[in-house]
């Protein structure tokens, strides 16, 4: 299985803050890569795809780059409502796993 | 509208069978799009568990294979799990996502999750 590391696990940042998590595969996978924001008891929910593309409805602020097998999600003028855990995820093979997350504070 | 909703018991004893459900609507698994069950530990992290495919192709996770099963009924919109001898270990939040494709493992809609104990 392909694993996936996240640093930092966890980040505290003042609102307005640029804010910068990255996720390391331990092989090439490409541009495979998704970013999902969970907010405390709540369902995930994904943010970026094919490691650069912003879903519908996400905010600007949210960006991602990378490929091959590092990778980075970028948050501009951090909000009080970002505050969440966030996972990235690989789908480069069976099976899709996920990072340990970033556990994100204001 | 596009929903899903995951449904099953909160307690389990250890060695039972776990079966939960999701029932959707707003968008079909036939062509369209798959289906995934993810869980996730109190305080861990996100594990991918099993997808069904709109061929009815399934895939499951290796150290669960033995132990898992996914199907779907279309009539019903549902797509159901079930998980073998129930471990406490196995105490977690199980979420349904709609998936893309098999070949594109994009979770793009999740459920609220239900939250299952193993416990005696």
């Not at chain 1, 803050?17 to 709540?42: H, M």
């Not at chain 1, 905010?59 to 966030?86: K, V």
């Not at chain 2, 294979?65 to 549902?78: E, H, P, V, W």
Request: aromatic share 10%.
């Amino acid at each position: 299985d392909i694993q996936m590391t996240q640093s930092p696990s966890s980040l505290s940042a003042s609102v307005g803050d640029r804010v910068t998590i990255t996720c390391q595969a331990s092989q090439d996978i490409s541009n495979y890569l998704n970013w999902y924001q969970q907010k405390p008891g709540k369902a995930p929910s994904l943010l970026i795809y094919d490691a650069s593309n912003v879903d519908s409805g996400v905010p600007s602020r949210f960006s991602g780059s990378g490929s091959g097998t590092d990778f980075t999600l970028t948050i501009t003028s951090l909000q009080p409502e970002d505050i969440a855990t966030y996972y990235c995820q690989h789908y480069a093979s069976f099976p899709p796993t996920f990072g340990q997350g970033t556990k994100l504070e204001i | 509208q596009v929903t899903l909703r995951e449904s099953g018991p909160a307690l389990v004893k250890p060695t039972q069978t776990l079966t939960l459900t999701c029932t959707f609507s707003g968008f079909s698994l036939t062509g369209e799009f798959c289906m995934s069950w993810i869980r996730q530990p109190p305080g861990k992290a996100l594990e991918w568990l099993a997808l069904l495919d709109w061929d009815d192709d399934k895939f499951y996770t290796s150290s669960l294979k033995t132990r898992l099963s996914i199907s779907k009924d279309t009539s019903k919109n549902q797509v159901v799990l079930t998980m073998t001898n129930m471990d406490p270990v196995d105490t977690a939040t199980y979420y349904c996502a709609r998936t893309l494709s098999s070949t594109s493992a994009i979770f793009d809609l999740w459920g609220p999750g239900t939250l299952v104990t193993v416990s005696s």
